[in-house]
């Protein structure tokens, strides 16, 4: 039977004095326990010579099918470089493949827009959390039911996001959905997130010649022109791949664009395995490689070195109804292998996690994110999305999701963080004076120093006895993630745009943000 | 923007005919997907340097501060096989514990008393999960409230885990704590569990003296004198160690007694960081991996090569309570690494996962079961322990959370299964097909042949679409388990035992469920 000590010697006594400053130093300094960036790279679900029949599985595609569907522009850009088209088909011999991976960029870095946030050095095995997802519905609490999302739900998720310590770039999460025209829609997309936050965010366009004067919006909120490419805070998504092997021309474009301006391409490639790829893992793994692996030709034919995301996001079907399915098991295990692949390479990687089938917050969301977040992470992946607030396989994003997600993302980095092993941690002789002496470590000076760099604390999980938590009502943790989502949005509005620089943004581009929309009691009233 | 593929060819039609056919043959075949003894060993979070140094800082721990509160009878046993009692601690050679290790049982087998049920080959990396926990109270789904457990909730758990495919041993989750008297204890949980599943079963011992008639009581089920030893289809439990390093009396009697009756000493050695062990995990690491060797020491000083589970289960405290959360990403990460120092050893592992700290399955209980029980499965752990029902620090068991948690280790044992790649699963020529033809692969004979073995359909988790779930009532997966867990509880009265047995049984042992509770209508009524 377990021995559970019910000694309480630490706990904080009820206000004021020296323990009450204490634990609200602590509280402070618990962000010391996990950051942005910290180190996977110790779960590896495939073996080298695994990877390396892989890669050239993908080789081989790539050469003798190749991939369909390439604009004019690509075609020529490609032949010159050495690709073969055949029967239509761009094909990318070997040699040209392996030259293109010995020049790509292995790194790049998403800027934050305040030192309160971090900057993502994206490479090598650092793990950074993300949201993303351009979900057309949003979960409603009181009714349990989707509707439409909206500009105002973005830009809500946004500044929410912006409060929540263990979600690192804000990825666009829903769409605004009552905006038809394209061009609004891009802009007001922009708009959204840079009055949201001031962290790193991701975006996609619907038209490629919104960039560049969205580049100029950007470049007006840092104080001129060219300070955004000095200092890139947003990174640009994108679907180049229609799978099986064929490009998307919108999006190529967007593609194409994006690496002549030397931006970030934060492309998404997502075949499902049994519908768009073949139904086996490994399969599905040598096509979304090759796929991968022909955007990031491309993209370094237009521009040698230029940052780019191998993201290759494998997907599931179910296959008793063909559709999407991204909460199992074989989407965990698939996902940490699409990070080794990309390790293989040397390239960054992002991948998503977190795609949940269930409708609702319920332990399988908890289970079905918690199991794919936390393999993403160790596998190493760099820039981990969709991590907070999907529902329902990508179709909708939930306010309680975004908080309580974050609150498992503090879990799952303080897993990432492992065991530090050195003569200090091991304290063989602390351990001897413990043993000999008082017979526990309750008060020792080195638990009351590791208390708050050793171990985090949850803020929504509850951890109170069984008597207690009745005692409040037996509340799970979306009842409790309901009420913080509230506080947070009634109170959080980062306004984080000049006043003059806002007018001027407004006056140029046709913004539909209400102004009140960005004040309090607007629709969260102050608790 | 992820493109969701909507076709749904595979989806069987209403009723009769092939496809339906199809569909049950494919329902029936789902259990080759995943098994019992998969591997693991994908996940190491310890390199192999810590682990040696973790090896140094135990022996050194056992030489020079040793163990407490020995029996006399062990004292003599473990200084006659050359251990120094100093000041009346046990202390270990540093060679003494090389000569134990070299000599340990690697692997042991429990069986179980049907060929519906796998038995056990624990050892190596093979995956096993199973309940255990010995919880004070039940969850009441109604009133959302803890109760005290009984003998008839005893019996009815082991008769649900009965019907759960991906638990592979039933452990003892509650106690019956209407029984005082230890002696009826120990044979009413023996006797619950024998006529509650034929799955391998574990319980531990209130009183060394009642192991020996209990394996008559075994005896008696098996067809005669001596046949449990031949097929041993239980395993003993205890608690042996007090943290820091002193051993706990009853638990060590047993210990000695069932070691040297050569049963399989299934232990567990759970000191909790910052309380009974030092607050850096890698401390606790070295201090349980001491407890441990010291226990491993004594079985094997008893009975050379007696199998005994090198149970090492260090655990986490809330050190601003004191009390132990079970529920954490430092649980998750050191039992990993508990794993890994068992298989440094080459010794059969058990450790515990599905801690959570929350009161009822809601999305904190799915994320922090779903973390710790993938990562001990990943590491390697040979028997999973906790890993399904528990809840609130293991202060209470649910009969929902038994019905969901397995549903979740079944996506477990799907991530745990990997990735297999051969030429065949890379598929290229599949794949050359399919792009130069259809474009899709939903209906290719590959397809349709892995549809069944590639991919786990889960019974409980829902992938409905949005407007399909409100339409069923906006069910949480909560919800869904209850009515599962009634309708099986309704009906599935295994009643394994033969009545002429059951009825010898009854009369040589004071047995005291009601022959009534093991009949429908006792206390769920049939749908």
Not at 47 to 69: F, N, P, S, Y
Not at 360 to 373: F, N
Not at 429 to 454: C, F, N, R
Request: aromatic share 8%.
């Amino acid at each position: 039977m377990v021995n559970i000590v019910k000694e309480n010697r630490l706990r904080p006594t009820r206000s004021g004095g020296r323990a009450a400053r204490k634990a609200q130093r602590s509280a402070e300094s618990q962000n010391q326990v996990v950051k942005a960036g910290m180190l996977g790279g110790t779960y590896k679900p495939l073996q080298d010579r695994d990877l390396e029949k892989i890669h050239q599985a993908a080789l081989k595609i790539l050469e003798t099918v190749g991939i369909g569907d390439a604009t004019p522009e690509v075609i020529e850009l490609a032949t010159d470089h050495g690709c073969i088209l055949n029967e239509g088909r761009l094909c990318f011999p070997q040699a040209l493949i392996e030259d293109v991976l010995a020049n790509a960029a292995n790194e790049y870095v998403v800027h934050s827009r305040s030192p309160t946030h971090a900057d993502l050095h994206v490479g090598g095995y650092r793990v950074h959390y993300a949201t993303s997802g351009e979900a057309v519905t949003i979960f409603e609490y009181d009714s349990k039911t989707y509707r439409p999302s909206t500009l105002v739900d973005l830009y809500d998720a946004c500044r929410l996001v912006d409060k929540l310590e263990y979600i690192h770039q804000f990825g666009q999460t829903v769409i605004p959905t009552e905006i038809s025209d394209l061009d609004e829609h891009d802009f007001n997309v922009a708009y959204a997130l840079l009055s949201g936050t001031e962290k790193p965010f991701e975006m996609t366009f619907n038209r490629v010649q919104n960039i560049r004067p969205t580049i100029e919006m950007f470049d007006m909120v840092l104080g001129g022109p060219g300070r955004f490419a000095e200092k890139p805070f947003c990174t640009f998504g994108g679907c180049p791949i229609v799978s099986p092997l064929r490009f998307a021309k919108d999006n190529l474009d967007v593609l194409v664009e994006t690496s002549r301006l030397g931006l970030i391409n934060d492309i998404a490639i997502a075949p499902q395995a049994g519908a768009t790829a073949p139904a086996p893992l490994a399969g599905t793994l040598a096509q979304v490689t090759a796929e991968g692996l022909a955007c990031l030709a491309i993209v370094n034919f237009i521009r040698p070195g230029c940052p780019m995301s191998f993201a290759i996001w494998p997907f599931i079907s179910d296959l008793r109804t063909g559709s999407f399915s991204g909460g199992s098991g074989e989407e965990a295990v698939i996902i940490a292998a699409a990070v080794q692949i990309g390790k293989f390479y040397n390239l960054p990687t992002t991948v998503p996690s977190c795609m949940t089938d269930s409708k609702i917050p319920d332990a399988q969301a908890g289970y079905e994110k918690g199991i794919t977040a936390v393999l993403a992470g160790l596998a190493g992946g760099n820039r981990i999305l969709e991590s907070a607030g999907m529902l329902g396989s990508l179709m909708g994003c939930s306010f309680e999701a975004l908080v309580l997600d974050n609150d498992m993302l503090g879990m799952v980095q303080r897993v990432i963080r492992g065991i530090e092993v050195t003569d200090e941690t091991l304290s063989v002789d602390v351990i001897k004076e413990v043993a000999l002496g008082p017979g526990h470590y309750l008060g020792h000076a080195q638990t009351l120093e590791l208390m708050q760099s050793e171990f985090l604390y949850p803020k929504l999980a509850d951890r109170a006895a069984p008597g207690i938590w009745e005692q409040e009502g037996s509340k799970d943790i979306l009842e409790r993630a309901h009420e913080v989502a509230g506080e947070i949005l009634a109170v959080h509005y980062p306004n984080h745009l000049d006043p003059k620089i806002d007018e001027s943004i407004r006056n140029r581009f046709p913004i539909l943000l209400p102004r009140d929309a960005m004040k309090q009691n607007y629709r969260w009233a102050a608790p």
